[in-house]
């Protein structure tokens, strides 16, 4: 079968997989949408994971995503040599302290079990690779009632390789019953597919282009969708242009919450100056559309940005310029400011190991709550194999979410949430992996917070989560 036939039948069917997504709202009519950044798109920090340093792959492929691009870069991907697919189940009990992460708020203990099939695929032709992870399923609660639901997430990467161009194709799908950031964090949960070595790495998009939300507070299950392209020509064996654009949804099922779409079109010049440094250039614009709400926000980004990336140990950029958000409706007198605008991103492999860290600064559409936010956005983590058997990680994000629509910064609306934990995992077996983890969800604010019928300014949630996963071998596709 010709490799785009192949492409193309696999993109429609992951579409009909997840057209049973409910695009409603209670008091609206249907809407058309389409995540977990993959997942987000951040690396899994434990959980689904058979992972044991001793299996580490010993040859690595350069990373040769732009530095000016729209994806994050890595240490380097193993070399693949066979397409296949793998299928699997997993378990998680989740044990939180009051119900303010999911529908309807309450005091006291909740156990909520999620149910999930998982599913990875890669294939490999000569110019093209398609790496694609799936995870859904259904969700119970202790108390049973009308708050069980199912969740899905997908995520989705294909790029077309020739002499001087590059052609990237990256969706990122979650149906969720609380935000993206932080859910599962520490375990499977938190990223689709079955985990683990023999799973695609899709590297998710720069940190503050995603269309999800950073905010615990929502009423319902939400859904998100980010999809990118981006096309790379190398211009000297030094030097290339980079020129994409991502389209993404936030969509909640109840009303109470803003719901809007995103558009970002982003353009970059790359200079590599040595074997491992790159320096660049680039100018972003950017559009934020709230349903049913008059505001509208055009963002004019322009920056200069470094890389340095050393296969196997270190991928390491940063960026920093002008950020300059325009209204449709006026703010106060104004129609347009000025602030900054900055991202860095760093994975390091450490001995038996990794370590990564995102930031971001700038502008957003707000997270469900704002028409548009000036976001803080910083996650952390690491892994490391602490004996044959046994692999420990932890894990820490933060965002914080200032109105842009206030006039002063001072006394502009705030959101400041945390998510902080600690997990571990053991493999049993060959194909099946047991974790355990806990995580704490901190939310505050200069208003007061309101779930179903509790309101506060701050609250935290304390979650201990218990997981099994197991994955059949590898179907070898050729």
């Known amino acids: 079968m010709k490799p785009w036939i ?48 001793s299996q580490e792959q010993d040859m690595l492929q350069p990373d040769n995503r732009p530095l000016t691009g729209l994806q994050q870069t890595t240490v380097g991907a193993p070399v693949e040599r066979h397409s296949y697919w793998i299928p699997g189940v997993s378990y998680h009990n989740l044990i939180q302290s009051n119900g303010l992460l999911v529908k309807g708020g309450g005091n006291g203990w909740a156990s909520t079990s999620y149910v999930s099939g998982d599913l990875s695929l890669m294939q490999n032709w000569r110019r093209s690779q398609l790496g694609l992870n799936y995870s ?56 689709p597919g079955i985990g683990g070595s023999l799973a695609p790495g899709l590297p998710g998009l720069q940190p503050g282009l995603s269309s999800g939300q950073t905010v615990f507070t929502s009423t319902g299950p939400q859904y998100n969708n980010s999809f990118a392209t981006q096309v790379n020509y190398l211009l000297t064996g030094r030097s290339s242009i980079t020129i994409g654009g991502v389209y993404g949804i936030l969509r909640f099922t109840e009303p109470g919450s803003l719901e809007g779409d995103t558009t970002v079109l982003n353009a970059g010049y790359n200079y590599q100056i040595t074997r491992a440094d790159t320096v660049g250039i680039e100018y972003r614009f950017s559009t934020y559309h709230f349903l049913g709400n008059p505001q509208a926000i055009g963002d004019q980004v322009a920056q200069i940005a470094y890389g340095r990336k050393i296969t196997g140990k270190l991928a390491l950029q940063f960026s920093g310029g002008v950020d300059v958000p325009s209204f449709r409706v006026k703010v106060g007198t104004r129609r347009q400011q000025v602030d900054g605008s900055g991202s860095a991103s760093l994975n390091y492999a450490i001995p038996r190991g990794s370590a990564f860290l995102t930031y971001s600064h700038g502008t957003t559409s707000g997270s469900g709550v704002f028409a548009g936010a000036t976001t803080d956005d910083i996650r952390t983590g690491a892994r490391r194999q602490l004996t044959r ?49 806990y995580t704490a969800y901190i939310e505050t604010s200069n208003q007061s917070i309101c779930t179903g019928t509790v309101c506060q300014t701050n609250y935290t949630t304390h979650q201990i989560d218990v997981g099994f996963s197991w994955h059949a071998r590898p179907f070898v596709l050729h």
């Open 6 to 53: 192949s492409t193309l039948t696999i993109w429609t069917l992951a579409a009909a997989l997840l057209a049973g997504v409910p695009v409603s709202r209670a008091q609206d009519q249907p809407i058309d949408a389409a995540p977990k950044p993959a997942a987000v798109a951040y690396p899994p920090l434990g959980g689904k994971t058979d992972q044991d340093a």
């Open 136 to 191: 859904g399923g259904g969700y119970f609660l202790s108390d049973g009632g009308t708050r069980d639901g199912f969740f899905q997430q997908f995520g989705a990467t294909q790029t077309f390789n020739w002499q001087r161009w590059q052609l990237t194709l990256l969706d990122d799908f979650s149906y969720l019953p609380t935000s993206q950031f932080g859910f599962g964090a520490g375990t499977g949960l938190s990223m």
């Open 389 to 437: 058997m046994w692999s420990a990680n932890a894990n820490f994000g933060f965002a914080r979410n200032r109105d842009l629509g206030t006039f002063s910064s001072t006394s502009g609306r705030t959101y400041n949430t945390f998510y902080v934990g600690a997990g571990a995992s053991r493999p049993i077996g060959r194909n099946a992996n047991f974790s355990l983890a």
